[in-house]
């Protein structure tokens, strides 16, 4: 690889890094050559670099033929604004060692590039243009950057994996379309992720030829669980707290930088608060880091890290992606991320380079998150990765494209059409949805567009081209370009400095003078107005930790699957008479577990066994209980056992069709592994009523029966109006009041339902609440084999050991005093008085 890089940049690499890794020594060679290529390989193997070597050989040449002009010739695309920072102060390394510095322009164009910064881009565009999906969509629609992206040889798409299964993975693929002309290179980075086939064809698109590079990584991992539990599977409130905060303190003490991931914000914000007062020491050593923290507080934090200053970030999964952050010697994860893939992208940011070990700890703070931690850990070590889902024809984003493409006014309908179906996100694009979205933004549908033709015409043909009617249409698309709606988070400021958001109904909830938790601090508020809160320090108080609006990460099918065989390996083995020592040598020898966690595994299966069954394969469990606390209503707990956001699907089929057969509405909670439906004593079915509920046939039209009752689609929609362009989030030189979108998607909304329900904007809403929020495709999966299942209901005198998280999610969700650690022991306590277990045969 490296006699085939121009002499200087082969001498400055050779004397920085002496031989290539294997990332790079494979990747580089395509780059030369002019060949797509996707290079899927883990943090700290060199990639970023593996990406630029062509590129900056490639300009060194155009120089040197004095052909460098004022084009922009390769663009790095980056999912994070913070990668491009990173990737901008990267970059002045190797082109100072070269002698280059002042001659390849490097520029960065996202959100945050001032009005000066980018007038100065269109008199002189970089070599080398450094941006986000969203602001290379702008470029793209302006003819004042025309010129210059014609000259684009290189894309680099960075961390291509983050974007695969969203609407931003989208939205950048068709970019690249509008963007592509003869020869265009175009460079995928990913971490370790599947399949790699798929990928590439998101990145260069369908039926191009994409070289696929899998490096080899002589990296070592390692990956442990830890858990406060010993024997006793079930202590007593606030003791495994106590024991994880203890836990995690010592390993922040013993390592130099500690990572600490949190599945939620509001978890983030709650454990920075308590390790800060667990090592008071380290106090000032200790950040919170998450999106809803203002961006300058983010970045400090992040300098902070990469500076060695800080002994530990409490994270959501904001450090995710590959920001360059320093001497990280150790990852905790707060139970599984609930993904293999995500798990190893976490894992990697330790020992951030080739020749460190990455060290991962994933802390159980639970039983049932015990098992499912030693799954993942097992699975993380051999790397089964979960499939990436690439999302299929996002309406939305489609009519934003078209509305660009007409700025650009070369394109006519057809080769519109043409070049969408060419990015694999938009392959499956059929005329009949192509031709609703673009009668859309003519303003000529059925009802709406015609009564608001001016508000909603945005596309017209002229010649035979596309264009678009005014000049204010193309105003308030430069402003609206993106696919992160806007909602309802109040900014809140300590003194002059902003600190981050939170959400509009948590302050409302409060009063002034309440304390709460921000960016780790501790704080009162003072006062509040239209989107603002004004708060004062309040150290050493106590704190109402912020519920943040952010739903738990569904678990991966991959995961639930492994997790599902170890129940039923358990089972089988239980079944056949092996005793406490043998399942828990089994278990030691499988999985990296400690004896005493072991122990408690096969106690909390024991115990599972002694009223009800161990939920498993090719069994279908329900469990039937009456708290005698409250006799007026009866708990079903499906163990279904198909993940999270399926789950949540199934139970709405379910809930719905009890009450076309009972009448009444049911109280559903969901989890990964089932359900539970809280009905009232006259709703209670049998075995045979229940069997009939769960057949295949009319289940999709139960889920939109469903869906007409609740309010999941409405909200669905107000993000799909905002990057369908039905709404602007923005105005040119201002920014809509959140109020003001709520009210304007609840009037479209309820227009769209009444009398134009195919519209194209309502269509994707709907899709979005069925396959995205929920998995539908889930849910029909499981109800197409239900009937052919072992159907097992189960009267329990008591809540089964298996459900007791699903039963403390119901009390937490019903806003009920009781605290989940709390209910939990309350239901061992009551567990212990009672072990019989009548069966109904089904």
Known sequence: MIDQLHPRLAAWFTGNFGEPTDAQSQTVPHILAGRSVLLSSPTGSGKTLAGFLGVIDHLMRLHEADALGDAIHAIYISPLRALTYDIQKNLHEPLAGIGMSEVIRVGMRTGDTTATERAKMKRKPPHILLTTPESLAILLAQEAYREALAACRFVIVDELHALAENKRGAHLAVSMERLASPGVCRIGLSATAAPLPLLAQLLVGVNRPCE??????????????????????????????????????KLVESKRSVIVFCNTRSTTESLAHRLKLALPKLADQIEAHHASLDRDVRLETEDKLKRGELRAVVCST????????GSVDCVVMISTPKGISRALQRIGRSGHSIHEESHGVLVATNINDLMEC???????????LDEVRVLECPLDVLAQHLVGMAMEGTWTRDSAFAAIRRSLSFAKLSEEQFDSVFRYLQGGGKSLERQYAETFGKLIEVDGKLAVPSKKVEREYLVNIGVIHSEGMVNVYLGKRRLGQVEEGFIKGLRLGDIFVLAGRTVRLVETDVGEAIVEDANGRLPTVPSWNANKMPLSSGLCREVTHLRTELSQRIKRGDDDDLLSDWLVEH???????????????????????IPREGLFLIERFIDER????????????????????LSRIVAHRVKEAVGGNAMVTIDDYGFLLTLKSFQSLGADEWRELFGLEGAEQSLRAALDESDLVKWQFRGVAQTGLMIPRNRPGKKQKVRQLRTSAEVLFRVLVEHEPDHPMLVQAVREATHTFLDMPGALDFLAKAQSLDWRLVEVPVVSPFAFGLYASKIREGLMLEAPEEAIERLWQDFQRKTHRPTEAM
């Open 374 to 384: 030693i799954v993942c850990a097992e699975m993380t070590r051999h790397e089964q």
């Open 212 to 249: 696929i590079v899998k490096a080899k990584v002589a990296r070592k991992r390692r990956v442990e669980v830890l858990s406060p539990l010993r024997r006793d599977p079930y202590p007593s409130a606030g003791w495994t707290a106590q024991r994880v905060l203890r836990d995690i303190a």
């Open 630 to 649: 409250d006799e007026d209503y009866v708990q079903f707990f499906f163990h279904s056992l198909i993940g999270r956001a399926a789950n949540n699907a």
């Open 591 to 613: 999985f990296t577990i400690s004896m005493t966690n072991a122990a408690a595994i096969v106690q909390h299966c024991r115990n599972q066994c002694l009223v009800s069954e």
């Open 318 to 325: 904001s450090l995710e992606l590959g920001i360059d952050i």
